[in-house]
């Protein structure tokens, strides 16, 4: 039996989730073979390249938007977990409290170290060996960076009298994330080089403890790669979330007052008014007969939009609206803690996911042996 043709006005209705005042509709994927007899779902590699597409909103080094369209939501979900659990990291795992006197206990103090996110030449930190089941008990030079904080607080002698100022009273009476010293070992410094290269906290501005005059803190602490599977230190990015791009629909006419209150409902940029032209007044059944240079409410830009259902609650507008998110297009945002740029980043969780199928294939392979 020859398959059933379905029409792209069928096939975008499909794609559309529906938001109720109330409810959610429509939300299970239905493009797989049997869903919808007669028709022919089975997956096409040719059909997958040419209605993929990825469009870049920003690209700051650090901070990236960017949308997939035309993929399932299962793919997309695996890229997120993949950024935030399974992209190797820099991160302290071990301190040694050689002498601690500030009020921050050693164990808190510690805490706030592994937190710290830290940065340096990206060829080097991929040099380094992520040894997922820690086999080794001796630190290397390929798998762990030392980074030492010895300081100590002093007077002032040169303060003002009357001064109250702690900064201004004391030599190092806050700690920072910049005093923390890199101490390169083996090949470390090849692979590290000066000056930007070198391990550092991605913010230098990062308060650790705050000192009094004869309080001190010497510390010796080593680093090594790790996920963010085993802990949130590990996790390469910020945030890494998306979110499916958001469709309106004006299905009959919002003029006057009425336009007005429903581009509030909205964020700005979301809703225009615009003016009813000649033309749109004289068509029969358009809504628009005899309102001709009044305003109606036109979508200018969803993509804004954060479906907050606001219009939805208003009588006003029943029937009038529909409010949607398309299932396929998904609109990501990833924000890196400064080790990796972002779009690298998500680079990397295609390319982890793509070891995992292989993985998944050759096991497979070794089943049906």
Same mark, same amino acid.
């Given at each position: 039996?020859?398959?059933? +043709?379905? $029409?792209?006005? #069928? +096939? ?54 960017? $949308? ?7 793919? %997309? ?19 040694? =409290? ?14 706030? &170290?592994?937190?710290?996110?830290? +940065? ?20 290397? /030079?390929?798998?762990? =960076? ?17 001064? /109250?100022?702690?900064?201004? &009273? ?12 890199? +101490? ?5 410094? /090849? ?37 963010? %599977? ?7 990015v910020a945030t890494a979330s998306y979110r499916l ?34 033309? #749109? ?10 309102? %001709? ?20 609650r208003h009588d006003e507008f029943a029937g009038k ?49």
């Open positions: 039996m020859p398959s059933i +043709t379905v $029409s792209q006005a #069928e +096939t975008d209705k499909r794609k559309i989730v529906g938001v109720n005042a109330e409810t959610v509709t429509n939300v299970t994927s239905t493009d797989f073979p049997g869903h919808y007899p007669g028709e022919d779902h089975t997956w096409n590699l040719k059909q997958f390249k040419d209605s993929f597409q990825v469009k870049f909103y920003k690209n700051d080094r650090y901070d990236s938007s960017f $949308s997939l369209v035309g993929i399932d939501a299962s793919i %997309a979900n695996a890229f997120r977990r993949i950024l935030l659990s399974e992209i190797p990291t820099l991160a302290a795992e071990h301190v040694f =409290v050689h002498n601690n006197t500030s009020i921050v206990q050693d164990e808190v103090l510690s805490h706030r &170290l592994g937190l710290v996110p830290l +940065t340096g030449s990206t060829a080097g930190l991929k040099w380094l060996r992520f040894d997922k089941d820690r086999v080794s008990k001796v630190a290397t /030079d390929w798998d762990t =960076v030392i980074l030492l904080l010895r300081i100590e607080c002093t007077k002032n002698k040169g303060a003002k009298p009357g001064e /109250d100022d702690p900064l201004k &009273l004391y030599h190092n009476a806050h700690v920072y994330a910049r005093h923390l010293q890199w +101490t390169p070992v083996g090949r470390q410094k /090849d692979m590290f080089p000066e000056p930007d290269g070198i391990i550092r906290p991605t913010n230098p501005d990062i308060l650790l403890a705050k000192l009094r005059p004869g309080q001190a803190i010497d510390l010796e602490i080593h680093c090594v790669m790790g996920l963010g %599977a085993d802990h949130a230190k590990f996790s390469p791009l958001p469709t309106i629909n004006i299905v009959k006419p919002i003029l006057g007052a009425d336009a007005k209150k429903f581009a509030r409902c909205f964020p700005k940029g979301v809703i225009a008014l615009k003016e009813v032209t000649e033309e #749109e007044a004289q068509v029969v059944g358009s809504g628009y007969e005899g309102h %001709a240079g009044e305003k109606k409410a036109v979508v200018v830009n969803a993509f804004k939009d954060t479906v907050s259902r606001e219009c939805l609206v529909k409010l949607g998110r398309v299932r396929d297009h998904f609109i990501f945002s990833v924000e890196s803690t400064g080790q990796y740029d972002s779009d690298g980043l998500f680079l990397e969780s295609v390319q982890t996911l793509r070891v995992k199928c292989t993985d998944l294939k050759r096991d497979l392979a070794n089943i049906m042996r």
